[in-house]
């Protein structure tokens, strides 16, 4: 979902960390976490982005409708640029109390309420805008998350974070982390 994946000059949720794509570390990030219904939005997604040139809100909105047909109430919405974030840099968002939030300077990842959001969200809108109307609580991000948060939008910022995630794997198949 979102945009052409540009800056990098290749589809990010194809992209492979460490040997496993971006789309399918995101999802077992999500499993991880609790997520009962894992979806994802565009390309070779599960879900159609029904709302082509939609940018993020376009996707997040797609994938919502289908939750929404499944049941889910509650939604965690995770960056295919991010697949480098881990559990830990998601708890606070998952323990956060009330409608949802996000952290202060990042958009994405969000936790929410379906209830909470806009009923005039719009594809198109920038996801500040969605994260405000729905109301959600903006928390401090831990500096060290904050990096993997951000993401890879450029090959530089991807080589970067690669070398992290390759040295973070290592140490935890040795025991050292």
């Not at 009962?36 to 040139?53: E, F, I, K, S």
């Not at 209830?115 to 996801?127: F, I, K, N, R």
């Amino acid at each position: 979902m979102g945009g052409a994946s540009s800056r990098m000059g290749a589809d990010k949720a194809c992209l492979e960390w460490n040997g496993v794509s971006a789309s399918e570390r995101c999802a077992r990030l999500a499993r991880a976490v609790g997520a009962n219904l894992v979806l994802t939005v565009g390309g070779a997604g599960d879900v159609p982005d029904d709302r082509p040139g939609g940018g993020p809100v376009g996707g997040i909105l797609s994938g919502i409708d289908r939750l929404v047909e499944a049941g889910c109430s509650r939604v965690l919405v995770l960056a295919v640029d991010a697949p480098t974030a881990r559990a830990a840099d998601l708890a606070p968002l998952l323990d956060a109390p009330g409608d949802g939030a996000a952290y202060d300077g990042l958009h994405l990842p969000m936790v929410f309420e379906v209830d909470a959001l806009s009923v005039d969200a719009e594809a198109g809108w920038p996801v500040a805008r969605l994260v405000e109307r729905a109301g959600l609580a903006r928390l401090a991000c831990d500096p060290e998350a904050a990096m993997r948060l951000r993401g890879a939008n450029t090959p530089e910022e991807r080589s970067a974070l690669l070398a992290a995630l390759i040295a973070h794997e290592g140490a935890q198949q040795s025991g050292d982390g």
